[in-house]
Each structure stands twice: as C-alpha cells, then as structure tokens.
C-alpha cells in the first residue's frame, strides 16, 4: 500500500517531526500516513536504547488521531480497513 523506500531516512529526529508538521498541514492522502508512520517503525526497529523508543510514542499517537480526524471529516479518505493497519502500525510502536 504505501512506499518501500525511505523518503524521511536522512532527516535527522527533530527534522523528522518538523517534517511530520509540514507534511500534515497539507491535507495528505493517506498513504502519507503510512509512509509516516513506518519511519517511525522502522527507527524503533533501529534503536537500542529505551530512550529513543519512548520519544516515538507521542507522534504515533499524534499522526493515529490526525488519521481518524481526517477519516471523519472524509469519508473516502481511508476504509476500515486502512484504519485497521494504520492501528497496527501504532500499536508497534506503543
């Protein structure tokens, strides 16, 4: 569903969150959505530290909120089914 590649790779971590702003301010199509939040998987997947893991937790929360926002406010923006994976994903990180 949503791109293999590593589009937010290089952004350093206060980069990666000023990106996540910018990137929701836009009004984007769900597979932004994913693409945003398996950057963040895959940092907790290459951290080690509990550190690093715990301060990915606020912007899944965050981008799972702005998900369900953007649901109720279109209906075609996402199915069930996109929610139901995009939970998943957060859970991951939770």
């Known amino acids: 569903m949503y791109s293999s590649d590593r589009r937010y790779k290089k952004n350093d971590w206060w980069d990666f969150l000023t990106v996540i702003d ?11 959505f994913f693409n945003l939040i398996d950057e963040l998987r ?5 951290s080690i530290s509990e550190g690093a893991t715990f301060k990915m ?9 702005k998900f369900k926002d953007r649901m109720d406010k279109d209906e075609e923006f996402a199915s069930s089914v996109d929610l139901e994976e995009f939970n998943r994903l957060v ?4």
């Not at 910018?22 to 932004?32: H, R």
């Not at 937790?57 to 909120?65: H, I, R, S, T, V």
């Open 91 to 94: 859970d991951f990180l939770l």
């Open 57 to 65: 937790k606020a912007p899944a929360k965050d981008l799972l909120e």
């Open 42 to 46: 895959m940092r907790k997947a290459e």
């Open 22 to 32: 910018q990137e929701l301010e836009k009004l984007p199509a769900k597979e932004t």
